[in-house]
């Protein structure tokens, strides 16, 4: 339907024509529910707000200028503010984190992040041991998961050697992290 159609539709509903207003709900009842949606996040608070913006419409639809804008666009605005409006109205997220007894904190202890980091550099100082060519197929398999299939093309190599220099390398990183 276009936004002119729609247009003629508000203007007959500024008449309390009720089949138009029929109309006009069906027609453009999705794309507002879904701006609804969007904004708020729950359904059941959206579908309370489509129906708010559609009495608005209603008791609006007098004011509404077909010359001022498009049809749609006013409509969006109508749905858009009143699912604001909602937001605005909910309890301030504040307020619910005071009332929350403990926040977990999933973040790992100051010592396990020491952990990790000292881990990182001796794999650092591992791989530093490989052959430049064989630290970088390393990289390429195991942290930004290329193929063998990849690789072998990439260092111009055959696919076996690939393997071969893979496997080699996992051999001598894991005696290297053993020390």
Known sequence: MTSDEIAYLISLVAI?????FATLYRETSPKLFSICLRILRDRT??????QEVYVKIWQRAGVFAAGSGAATSWLAAIARNQAI????ARKPVADELDSAYDLAD???SPEIQTVIKDEG???DTCMEELEADRAMAVKKAYVEGQSYQELADQFGVPLNTMRTWLRRSLLKLRECMER
């Open 85 to 88: 409006d909602i937001m605005r």
């Open 45 to 50: 608070e959206a579908e309370e707000a489509l």
């Open 106 to 108: 999933d973040d790992p």
């Open 16 to 20: 309390s024509d009720r089949k138009a």
């Open 121 to 123: 550099r001796r794999i």
